[in-house]
């Protein structure tokens, strides 16, 4: 049984992801001030910065204490309870207007995953997980998908880091499961990618470079729906090298595909 305190805090997270999807699609239509982080296409907007305030300015009212870990503004606070916060994933879907975007909360304890939402304003979509409660989209729980192989074939998602100029190393990924005749797709979001695949919408996903804020609400949900998490090296965590999420049927053979 989940702790009764994880729905508290479920419904903080919940609403700060709502709270931020409601920015976004009010200035989705406006005209934004972009700017380059890292590299060219390394996007950041003044809607990343505005939602990021309105999640910290959620979280803070209901937990004053605990910690905070953004990708905008970084870490404020310290101490057991740290929510890490991706305020707009998909920042160049967003800002070239392609719908495919949303606001990632998740609670970590003592560096366990206890509660995540992911919500998709676009679709008015809501997928939440607390640690041991199971995972859920708009209230109803979800699953992986059954597809049994591959070959069946499988939709495998993946995305691609910001340097991948220079570090070209997930196009080696890629070749071998189109080599396969695999079909793949890049979103480019990757917490949507994640709960895609708990879902059961995709039936793979693999990606290199994420950040903590990226991956941590969206594989809890994977993993309270039922799937697996994993990095490249098939470690259970989704802050190694790369992450691969997939069905407890399918993921073994996805990860063999990646690494032979």
Request: hydrophobic content about 45%; aromatic content about 8%.
């Amino acid at each position: 049984m989940p702790d009764p305190a994880f729905t508290a805090y479920l419904d903080v997270a919940t609403e700060a992801a709502r709270a931020a999807g409601a920015i976004q699609l009010a200035r989705a239509e406006l005209a934004h001030d972009e700017k380059s982080k890292t590299t060219f296409s390394d996007l950041v907007t003044e809607v990343d910065a505005l939602c990021e305030a309105e999640i910290r300015r959620v979280i803070s009212a209901a937990y004053p204490a605990h910690a905070v870990l953004g990708e905008e503004e970084g870490q404020a606070g310290e101490g057991d309870f740290l929510w890490v916060v991706d305020p707009l994933d998909g920042t160049v879907n967003y800002a070239r207007g392609y719908p495919v975007y949303c606001a990632s909360v998740a609670l970590e304890v003592r560096g366990v995953r206890v509660v995540g939402a992911v919500y998709d304003p676009t679709r008015r979509e809501l997928f939440t997980a607390t640690l041991g409660g199971g995972a859920f989209l708009n209230g109803a729980r979800i699953r992986p998908s059954r597809t049994p192989s591959l070959l069946s074939p499988a939709l495998i998602s993946t995305g691609f880091p910001y340097n991948v100029a220079s570090d070209r190393s997930n196009l080696t990924y890629l070749e071998k499961l189109l080599a396969l005749g695999v079909p793949v797709r890049r979103p480019g979001a990757a917490a949507l990618d994640l709960c895609n695949v708990a879902s059961g919408r995709m039936d793979g996903y693999w990606e290199m470079g994420l950040k903590r804020w990226d991956a941590a609400a969206g594989s809890l949900i994977v993993e309270e729906a039922g799937g697996v998490i994993s990095d490249l090296g098939g470690q259970p965590t989704p802050y190694g090298h790369g992450i691969v999420a997939a069905s407890a049927l399918l993921h073994p053979e996805l990860l063999a595909a990646l690494s032979g």
